[in-house]
């Protein structure tokens, strides 16, 4: 298959990608609108005429982006969600299911927290970073449908290189805890959910990526303790050798996901720097690992999570 690729790259900006595309009658949701990459996303797609929700944990926490949306001229509003309380989930999509929705941004996330879990007792990463944007989904599904062609987008992360999914214990429950195992299983699963998602609902208009946004230095440090910077190179001294995208190219890869024309009628895609990834050879630090693109994984992912949040 030609790797679908565009005229934009690292160091474009979600504006640059978003130029000359008219939004007007399009709904959106964006899920972790108060920080980093997902006020970017929000903010560019109300630029371009979306009606925009920005599903947040604490409303409160979002009249700043909204009152800068009101004053362009944009339509927005924040609804309450925490994607690690199932109850929180079902509340919002029964709020925010009734009109068509044409694109979904499956963005918030946690990283490398200690060893914590949901209401429902998942592990945290797991739970926030797929369980709860699983079911979100899933609960969308009929308004994703009456859109009559939607996107949804999950915001992975060259984490995933770190572990793929693992079936046999995905809430440590046995095994050691390890909080970036935990963060790489999480964003796998979020490239497998994108591939399945695809694959099972493409015939109803609606078509799904993955993709990892870059280094961007946001507050999703918040929980990293010195040992986890030590292994990430982020402490203070790697820190300085890294290039890192701001906030505005680091959004430039989901608004693509989300508006690329060039991913007009395919979908199911690992995307990076604007571009579909490149198969990560052994020792890249870029890319798509295969564990991140085996679709039996991903057709199992689907069943286990389903399951899970059932008997939640
Ligand atoms: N920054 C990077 O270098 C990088 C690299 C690869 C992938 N990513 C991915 O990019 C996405 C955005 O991250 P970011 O860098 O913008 O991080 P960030 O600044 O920490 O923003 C994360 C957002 O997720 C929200 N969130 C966390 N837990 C939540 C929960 N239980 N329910 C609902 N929302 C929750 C946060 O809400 P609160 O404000 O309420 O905490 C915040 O709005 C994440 O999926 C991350 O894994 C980032």
Redesign the pocket.
């Known amino acids: 298959m030609t790797r679908i690729t565009s005229p934009f790259g690292w160091e474009t900006t979600a504006a640059e990608v978003a130029a000359g595309h008219d939004l007007s009658g399009r709904r959106a949701i964006v899920?972790?609108?108060?920080?980093?990459?997902?006020?970017e996303t929000a903010r560019v797609l109300a630029r371009c005429g979306a009606e925009v929700v920005l599903?947040?944990?604490?409303p409160a926490?979002a009249h700043g982006l909204l009152d800068e949306i009101a004053a362009f001229g944009g339509k927005a509003h924040a609804a309450a969600?925490?994607?690690?309380?199932l109850r929180?989930v079902e509340a919002f999509a029964a709020a925010e299911d009734a009109a068509p929705l044409h694109l979904l941004i499956?963005?918030?996330?946690?990283?490398a927290c200690p060893l914590m879990r949901?209401a429902q007792g998942f592990e945290?990463q797991l739970?926030?970073?797929h369980l709860?944007h699983f079911h979100l989904t899933t609960l969308l599904l009929p308004a994703l449908k009456a859109a009559g062609g939607a996107r949804v987008v999950a915001?992975?992360?060259?984490?995933h290189h770190w572990s793929a999914f693992d079936f046999d214990d995905p809430n440590f429950e046995r095994g050691e805890y390890d909080p970036l195992a935990a963060?790489g299983r999480s964003?796998t699963a979020?490239a497998l959910f994108a591939l399945e998602l695809d694959r099972r609902y493409r015939e109803d208009g609606i078509r799904a990526f993955s993709l990892?946004?870059?280094?961007?230095?946001?507050?999703?440090?918040?929980y990293m303790t010195d040992e986890v910077r030590q292994r990430l190179g982020t402490d203070p001294e790697g820190a300085r050798k890294i290039r890192?995208?701001s906030?505005e190219q680091?959004s430039a890869t989901t608004i693509w996901a989300a508006l690329g024309r060039e991913l007009d009628g395919v979908g199911g895609l690992y995307l990076e720097d604007c571009n579909e990834a490149l198969p990560s050879e052994p020792g890249m630090r870029s890319g798509v690992k295969p564990w991140a693109r085996d679709a039996e994984a991903a057709r199992r992912l689907w069943d286990w999570s389903a399951a899970a949040i059932a008997a939640a």
Do not use: C, F, H
């Open positions: 899920t972790g609108a108060t920080s980093g990459l997902g006020v599903a947040v944990r604490n926490a969600l925490d994607l690690a309380d929180s499956l963005n918030a996330g946690v990283m949901t945290m739970g926030v970073n709860g915001v992975s992360s060259t984490g963060y964003k979020n990892m946004p870059g280094g961007i230095q946001t507050e999703l440090g918040r890192w995208k906030v680091g």
